[in-house]
């Protein structure tokens, strides 16, 4: 398969063909290569890498009713995003090393675009060993701090070079409930002391001011951080009411005008968006789920700061896509569009601006804090490993046509020929 058009190579746009066998790219050439060619030199289409989201919900089990692997990944789909890392806080919790098995079994038949799993902190260390041959790393949360076995689990996960991600709100620092600043900056240097100590891979996920990256910076690159798109753009002061409930909350509008405006500057690791369904019937009230989808969202939003001219193309495809698959361990294969990488792709189309519509969904929450908000292009097609998975608005490959990324990580990439 050849396919042909403006691409983003690294940090550069050029008009190329991008040829690509079982799979993985294996030429780039200004002229046409011999074959069909399908065609995306159109005014406005821009192929970029596959975006990359850490940090996903993707339900299934007991709570497939607010997502499940298929609708999840088919809004992964339409957000042009290739690769999903799912969390473990599921129903039943995925802590245990039978659940995990079973969500990889559930996963592999519904995935249409590849995934990763996260395995919760486990109750026994007896449902430790070996989680990681299922698992690309493991989450923390907030009511795994006072695990008696943490100490224990981190040094496992730093002996076996295991991603540890966390989700950083200390509970000893929210009085009533008040999910504060303070609370977020207690865990970020906690987890930090740790994995300088340790050697720890760790990730703290969601941070929500400019300060909380700066004080995750060890110096070192095993410490990385990540913020989602609503607190770029959303704050408390505007932004009130059940669609805008999250975990942690979205900040006052100084804190978050800080963070967009300094979102090059700083040194942020990764966009992910926390894409967290909940029924409409569940956001409602006071006890009200905290969290909303993000997967359709995601990337419009970051090309519409492209066209504000707040971040460049790189600088999406670096933060949702290239650094991501670093953090992952898989760059060397992923992140960018060059020979000898997988023919992860997606053709974004910039021409005109929609206003977000949650009722056009793929995924099972029809609702969103940016409803309404105009953002610039749409996905037209996403590609993994070199097939077609979506296009615009059409799943085109069954169930199950997603793979576990555990079986990448061992891919090498593909040797280039060179010469001819
Ligand atoms: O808002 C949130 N929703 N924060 C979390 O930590 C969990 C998530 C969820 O699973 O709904
Ligand atoms: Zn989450």
Same mark, same amino acid.
């Given at each position: ?42 005014p406005g ?61 559930? !996963?592999? *038949?519904? !995935? $249409? ?18 989680? #990681? /041959? ?5 989450? $923390? ?11 224990? +689990? ?25 999910? *504060?600043? *303070?609370?977020?900056?207690?865990? $970020? ?23 909380? +990256?700066?004080? !995750? ?16 753009l ?7 009411? $059940? ?13 978050? /005008? ?12 990764? +966009? ?9 019937? #569940? ?14 969202t995601?990337l419009p939003i970051l090309m519409t700061l492209y066209r504000r ?15 991501? !698959? &670093? ?10 569009? /060059? ?9 974004y189309d910039m021409d005109g601006e929609y206003p977000v519509d949650?009722?056009g ?9 940016f409803d309404g908000m105009k953002v610039v292009g749409r996905v037209y ?9 979506? +296009? ?18 061992? &891919? ?9």
């Amino acid at each position: 398969m050849i396919i042909h058009g403006k691409a983003l190579l690294w940090d550069r746009i050029e008009n190329v063909y991008i040829k690509i066998d079982d799979g993985w790219i294996t030429d780039i050439s200004k002229q046409a290569p011999t074959g069909e060619v399908i065609e995306f030199d159109k005014p406005g289409m821009v192929i970029l890498p596959g975006m990359i989201d850490l940090h996903v919900h993707m339900r299934d089990f007991e709570q497939s009713y607010k997502e499940d692997f298929y609708t999840g990944t088919l809004s992964a789909a339409a957000g042009g995003v290739c690769i999903v890392v799912d969390m473990p806080n599921t129903r039943p919790r995925n802590n245990r090393l039978e659940v995990l098995r079973r969500r990889e079994a559930v !996963a592999s *038949s519904k !995935a $249409i675009v590849d995934y990763g799993l996260y395995y919760g902190v486990p109750e026994s260390l007896d449902e430790l060993e070996g989680y #990681e /041959e299922l698992a690309v790393g493991m989450k $923390i949360y907030p009511q795994d701090y006072d695990n008696p076995h943490l100490s224990d +689990i981190l040094r496992y996960n730093a002996n076996k070079n295991i991603l540890t991600v966390v989700h950083p709100e200390d509970p000893s620092d929210m009085s009533r409930g008040v999910r *504060s600043l *303070s609370s977020e900056y207690k865990a $970020i240097s906690m987890f930090r002391e740790k994995a300088v100590k340790l050697g720890l891979r760790l990730h703290l996920t969601h941070l929500t001011s400019v300060n909380s +990256i700066f004080l !995750a910076q060890t110096g070192e690159s095993n410490v990385t951080t990540d913020t989602c798109p609503h607190y770029l753009l959303l704050n408390s002061d505007q932004h009130k009411g $059940i669609y805008y409930k999250v975990h942690p909350p979205l900040r006052p509008k100084d804190i978050q /005008e800080s963070l967009l405006e300094n979102i090059k500057q700083c040194p942020l690791d990764a +966009i992910s968006t926390d894409h967290a369904p909940h029924t409409i019937d #569940e956001k409602m009230g006071h006890d009200g789920k905290g969290g909303f989808p993000g997967l359709e969202t995601a990337l419009p939003i970051l090309m519409t700061l492209y066209r504000r001219a707040l971040l460049t193309l790189w600088d999406v495809a670096r933060l949702y896509s290239y650094k991501p !698959a &670093a953090i992952l361990g898989l760059d060397d294969i992923l992140g960018t569009i /060059e020979p000898g990488k997988l023919a992860n792709l997606v053709v974004y189309d910039m021409d005109g601006e929609y206003p977000v519509d949650p009722s056009g969904f793929k995924t099972k929450a029809k609702h969103s804090p940016f409803d309404g908000m105009k953002v610039v292009g749409r996905v037209y097609c996403t590609i993994v490993r070199g097939r077609f998975v979506y +296009i615009d608005g059409e799943a085109h490959v069954k169930n199950g046509y997603g793979v576990n990324i555990k079986n990448l990580l061992g &891919a090498r990439p593909k040797p280039v020929s060179t010469g001819d």
